[in-house]
């Protein structure tokens, strides 16, 4: 699916004009059906037949985990790509003439469903891979031994952290290298390692020992569980882009033309500037930090909130200035006159290049 969306984007990118408005419709239409069909018949091919014996194992594994608040989301997530099945089974069940009008009607219905599946249908790959699986036992002597040597470590900058993933139980397990005497160790800890309370669950030679050890990650979450599909986006809003802007001030001979340009590049709503788009790209990054859930998370996202803020009166200052420019009615001054590019002259086409010099060889002497 993501090569049939690349291929259909690719496709969709020739019939915009250059701020990614449609001009093209038919020929729109046209990818955006070309899609829905091969969309169609690759799930025909390739995971009709395995789609419910697949969330029917995975059904079967979220069963047999440990308790945990996700689990009831992901029982919904499960039921949500069944009825999608439903529906393409359906479809798939009473095709339509090959190129008709009808069968493009059904594909079109049915698209939302095959998203649903591109989406989500790695998830429940996932979960019918998941059994519940401890983390390999330490004694309580060494388990203090080694969370003691990895605080300490850390507090010395030689606790290098390397990946971090969740299990079932929704515990978070961080694997990093513990580094002592030019010796490193790969040590698995559970919890936030940047806050209180985490501790060291097992120490292994190598990260592919620890992968084996250690219970297997769980698909990780979503920043907002409502969000568009990646594989059904809306279509996009119109965009100036920068360089654009860039250009136009390069090329303009009076204030309102800059005033213009910079007005663009603050303009709120739904064809936003850029700087604009920016503060919108700041506040979700803001907002992903804070979902994390972590110490450092929720860091980053405060320092993202006051950038925010201080691009939201920065963009207002520019808009300031921008009118106030526009109101100045002034042209560049006439001494600032353009220099052409300087290019040599060519030789006329119906003239004959000289040719070059003879040159004597030096006699040889016997």
Known sequence: MAVIDRETETALDTVR????????????????ARRNRVAVDTFATYLAVHAGPLLDAA???????PPAGHTRAWRDLLDSLAASHTEIARVLGRPAAPGSAAERERHTAVWPHLAV???????????????????????????QMWTEMAQAAKRRGALDLIESWYVADGRRIT???????????VVALAGDPDAAGWEVIGHYAHEYAAGQALPRAVPPGVLRPDAASRFN???????????????????????????EALLSATQQGYDAGPMVRLQHVLSAAAEFSYA?????????????DVLGRQLDFLTREVHDAAEDLGATVAVLPPHRTPTPPRIRPRPALDTTPPAPPRTTAPARRP
Not at 59 to 65: C, E, K, Y
Not at 175 to 185: F, W
């Open 292 to 304: 994390l859930d972590t110490v450092q998370g929720r860091q980053i996202g405060a320092r993202l």
């Open 17 to 32: 004009d250059r701020y990614g408005r449609t001009v093209h419709h038919h020929a729109a239409a046209a990818a955006r």
């Open 59 to 65: 059904r079967s594994a979220v069963d047999g985990l």
């Open 175 to 185: 694997l990093a290298y513990l580094v002592e005497d030019d010796d490193s160790t």
């Open 117 to 143: 599946w591109a989406d989500y249908g790695s998830i429940a790959a996932d979960l019918a891979e998941q059994h519940h699986q401890s983390e390999p036992g330490l004694t309580d002597e060494e388990r």
């Open 233 to 259: 986006r809306p279509e996009p809003a119109p965009e100036r882009p920068l360089q654009e802007l860039v250009q136009e001030v390069v090329e303009a001979r009076a204030a309102g033309d800059v005033s």
